[in-house]
């Protein structure tokens, strides 16, 4: 693991990376390509201390990251991407930067919705979302209900989002389920446990993406990483573009996944 990370965050190979991308481009094998990826979208406010800007042209400079990536999966043809927009513990920030926050998701799903919906996107946000403003959820609402029809990559916008807060609120309703006589104690397995979780009906990721140089998955999709790759490199997520995508997803499909089982001979 430590040769991947250490093979990413060395100069490239190539010095124009439009040249990389279109090498890239050719290696990957378009009939094994993560179903679903996962992304922390971290570094943002690094990113901009490093400019000697306040942190909120970091977030506003992730916007543009994020842009990039969605049309990506679009074109392979991606079938699922979570991104970790706002965790349960991005409320300890400081108000004026969480203002800043919630305010440039509503700027960037008015501005966008119409480019997602011509690229078939689909908006699903994930988390306990009651307890976001008033305004983000009306723009949530409002995405959901204008991509609802569209079949193409789905996105999950986690936001007030915890990876703990999630399974709890699966086991509450399990409990509920077993208390009202729907379901018995015996009969509780992987499966039911998936089907209470926010990201029920879909697979679990293939591959997680986590920029910033940090080496945790932050609360994050905690039931769904059981057998993820992880892919990590130091670049913030404001200078994260396509060219890093696309060596995380050959770099994944370098790997040997079995699933806690014996590769066979």
């Known amino acids: 693991m430590i040769n991947r990370i250490l093979d990413f965050i060395r100069p490239n190979k190539f010095s124009d990376t439009g040249q990389e991308v279109q090498e890239l481009m050719k290696t990957i094998d378009k009939q094994r390509l993560p179903r679903h990826i996962a992304i922390i979208m971290d570094g943002n406010g690094r990113w901009a201390q490093k400019q000697g800007l ?3 042209f970091g977030h506003r400079a992730g916007v543009e990251s994020l842009r990039d990536i969605i049309k990506l999966c679009c ?19 400081p108000r004026e930067e969480i203002n800043v926050l ?34 983000a959820l009306d723009a949530l609402s409002a995405a959901v209900k204008l991509s609802s029809d569209n ?4 996105l999950n916008l986690a ?21 009202t006589g729907r379901l018995k104690a015996g009969q509780i397995n992987n499966d039911t446990v998936a089907a209470h979780l926010y990201t029920a009906g879909q ?17 994050f999709l905690l039931w769904q990483l059981a057998y993820t790759e992880f892919w990590l ?15 995380a997803m050959v770099d994944f499909q370098r ?11």
């Open 54 to 56: 306040p942190r909120a």
């Open 159 to 179: 936001l007030n989002y915890g990876g703990r807060t999630e399974i709890i609120d699966a086991i509450r309703a399990i409990a509920t389920d077993v208390e």
């Open 233 to 247: 490199t130091s670049t913030l997520w404001p200078d994260f573009r396509r060219i890093h995508l696309l060596r």
């Open 102 to 135: 919630m305010d440039l998701l509503v700027e960037y799903l008015k501005k966008e919705i119409q480019e997602l919906c011509k690229n078939g996107v689909r908006i699903n946000p994930i988390g306990r979302l009651g307890e976001l403003p008033r305004p």
């Open 151 to 154: 079949n193409g990559l789905i």
């Open 255 to 265: 790997r040997e996944r079995r699933f806690g089982g014996l590769k066979d001979e």
């Open 203 to 219: 697979p679990d990721p293939d591959l997680l993406i986590r920029p910033s140089g940090d080496f945790r998955i932050s609360n």
């Open 75 to 93: 074109e392979l043809k991606i079938q699922i991407l979570t991104v970790y927009a706002f965790s349960t513990e991005n409320w300890k920030r």
